[in-house]
Nanobody
Framework: QVQLVESGGGLVQPGGSLRLSCVAS????????MSWYRQAPGKERELVAR????????NYADFVKGRFTISRDNAKKTVYLRMNDLKPEDTAVYYC??????????WGKGILVTVSS
């Protein structure tokens, strides 16, 4: 049974930091590209950051470049999203995604991040 379980969200003040974690099980984690997406109220889900299976390559949405860092630990089957200098517009539900082609695409349930003073 495939599972992606996110943790680390919550309420943070503008300018603060959080680290999200996503623990995977039920599939060969080291073979999958991993991504973080987010969905704000009333908006479509959007890609935040992606890391390839080996961890050697990453890409980021323009709106988080220089503030967020994605990383992974294949031994722990975990992907992380370090978020610095958070802004109110970063408020959203953040989703972990695992992808290995069209038919192998999995989602976590999501975790809420609220940036507010």
């Amino acid at each position: 049974q495939v599972q992606l379980v996110e943790s680390g969200g919550g309420l943070v003040q503008p300018g603060g930091s959080l680290r999200l974690s996503c623990v995977a099980s039920g599939f060969t984690f080291s073979s999958y590209a991993m991504s973080w997406y987010r969905q704000a109220p009333g908006k479509e889900r959007e890609l935040v950051a992606r890391i390839i299976s080996t961890g050697d390559g990453t890409n980021y949405a323009d709106f988080v470049k220089g503030r967020f860092t994605i990383s992974r630990d294949n031994a722990k089957k975990t992907v992380y999203l370090r978020m610095n200098d958070l802004k109110p517009e970063d408020t959203a539900v953040y989703y972990c995604n695992a992808n290995h082609g069209v038919l192998m695409n999995y989602w976590g349930k999501g975790i809420l991040v609220t940036v507010s003073s």
